[in-house]
């Protein structure tokens, strides 16, 4: 079983800076590919990055250049570094675990992420 629990949401203006971090735990076959994804207000949950347990990272195009994922395995921590943050990433974002990938990548796409956790609410102020 794979637990995982977000911290580091909160309020900021447009163009500051967070730091998202997501404590996971759970086998290494579980938890290959981790990733963040969000929902925001009206909207269906998107993926926002991934990364895989080799370091290999894909992101939507909305936050290339701005938001960077990575992971600390030997502390079972997954992050995110949000910067030049925008009104539009207003969210809540979850991280997920999988252990399904293509040749070292892992999917953007929420379908094939067994696991997740509860969320933590990002709000950006223009």
């Known amino acids: 079983q794979v637990q995982l629990v977000e911290s580091g949401g909160g309020s900021v203006q447009a163009g500051r800076s967070l730091r998202l971090s997501c404590a996971f735990s759970g086998d290494t076959y579980s938890t290959e590919c981790l990733g963040w994804f969000r929902r925001g207000l009206g909207n269906e949950r998107e993926g926002v990055a991934t990364i895989h347990t080799g370091g290999t990272t894909t992101y939507a195009d909305s936050v290339k250049a701005r938001f960077t994922i990575s992971r600390d395995n030997a502390k079972n921590s997954l992050y995110l570094q949000l910067n030049n943050l925008k009104p539009e990433d207003t969210a809540m974002y979850f991280c997920?675990?999988?252990?399904?990938?293509?040749?070292?990548?892992?999917?953007?796409?929420?379908?094939?992420?067994?696991?997740w956790g509860q969320g933590t609410q990002v709000t950006v102020s223009s």
């Open positions: 997920a675990a999988s252990p399904y990938s293509v040749g070292g990548y892992c999917h953007l796409s929420e379908s094939t992420y067994n696991y």
